[in-house]
């Protein structure tokens, strides 16, 4: 990832795969977590992904995900990254990226700089490592809540796979995000959203502007 890389997060509908296209992202990602708001089915993956020129990345947000689950989804030719945000461990991630051949992305859960050194287990295991908030103990979600971290954190840390920030990203922000961080991704889900699920082509392009800026 040469130049910034912008990934919007959680599209459901045509009109905002299309908006985040025309924005200049460069991954779209979509969701299949049954808990979330912005969770879509196997059939309307295929009919986003097919919106979506071949340069753009299409990554599926996964929770824990079965391989059953796993296998239905890679099917479709859809997908080219798979999101892991659940409490996947190095072992199991390695094993869906063997056994699917599609790069995984880890999401790191961080609270403080003890969470950054710990993904370094992931190495070898992970394509991309995501760094984002720490959802409260019990939370329904495991992300896209609007929570951010300490940027600073990411300040002076080796970090030798790919990755990128999340967690409480915004039109307001991201700017100083990458700024603190140099983050060479970044990603975003409620932030760029008029209700929990509801994706605004006004803010996805707002926020590119504001991130490429």
């Given amino acids: 990832m040469s130049r ?52 753009i990345e299409r990554v599926a947000i996964l929770v824990d995900p079965t391989d059953e ?30 056994r699917f051949n599609l790069p995984v992305w880890k999401a790191i859960s961080v609270k403080t700089r003890a969470d950054i ?17 720490k959802t409260p103990d019990g939370a329904a979600l495991p992300g896209g ?3 951010r971290f300490d940027w600073t954190l990411l300040r002076g840390v080796p970090i030798s796979v790919p990755w990128g920030l999340s967690g409480g990203l915004g039109i307001d922000n991201v700017a100083e995000a990458i700024r603190i961080t140099n983050a060479p991704l970044v ?7 008029s209700a929990p699920g509801i994706k605004s082509v006004d803010k996805i392009m707002a926020f590119c502007n504001a991130a490429s800026s």
């Fill in 187 to 193: 990603d975003v889900s409620s932030g760029v959203e």
């Fill in 145 to 147: 809540m609007g929570l």
């Fill in 4 to 55: 910034l890389a912008i990934k919007i997060c959680g599209l459901s509908t045509p009109d905002t795969v299309g908006a985040s296209i025309r924005a200049g992202a460069t991954h779209l990602g979509f969701n299949f977590f049954p808990k979330s708001p912005r969770y879509i089915e196997t059939d309307q993956l295929r009919a986003l992904a097919a919106l979506v020129p071949t340069h």
């Fill in 117 to 133: 050194d710990a993904a370094k287990t992931y190495g070898g295991a992970a394509d991309l490592l995501l760094f984002d908030a």
């Fill in 69 to 98: 689950v796993l296998t239905e989804l890679t099917a479709t030719d859809a997908l080219t990254a798979l999101q892991l945000h659940g409490k996947e461990s190095p072992e199991r991630a390695a094993a869906i990226r063997q």
